[in-house]
């Protein structure tokens, strides 16, 4: 059975950071890429960044390019999304998932979303 449990989020200034993880299982984590995805009440769930496993190799969306680090553990099939510079904007609920995707997507593409991580940007 899939499962992604996300952490880390959390209140903070505009400007701060925050380190979010993303725990992975029921799959063999070092075959697929790993999402980042973000989503705020009645906006579409939009990727943010993504690492392939197999080689490292990552993506980042405009919006975070330069502010955001993604970077996996494979010895611990656990993902990271360092946060920095963050904006007001950055606000939303951030999941992961094993699909590799910069913009916006379909839920319904993935049936097995996690419970999420709060990050709220106070301006």
């Known amino acids: 059975e899939v499962q992604l449990v996300e952490s880390g989020g959390g209140l903070v200034q505009a400007g701060g950071s925050l380190r979010l993880s993303c725990a992975a299982s029921?799959?063999?984590?070092?075959?697929?890429?790993i999402s980042w995805f973000r989503q705020v009440p009645g906006k579409e769930r939009e990727g943010v960044s993504c690492i392939r496993n197999s080689d490292g190799r990552t993506y980042y969306a405009d919006s975070v390019q330069g502010r955001f680090t993604i970077s996996s553990d494979n010895a611990k099939n656990t993902v990271y999304l360092q946060m920095n510079s963050l904006k007001p904007e950055d606000t939303a609920v951030y999941y992961c998932?094993?699909?590799?995707?910069?913009?916006?997507?379909?839920?319904?593409?993935?049936?097995?979303w996690g419970q999420g991580t709060q990050v709220t940007v106070s301006s």
């Open positions: 998932a094993p699909i590799c995707a910069t913009g916006p997507i379909v839920v319904s593409d993935f049936g097995s």
């Open positions: 029921g799959f063999t984590f070092d075959d697929y890429a």
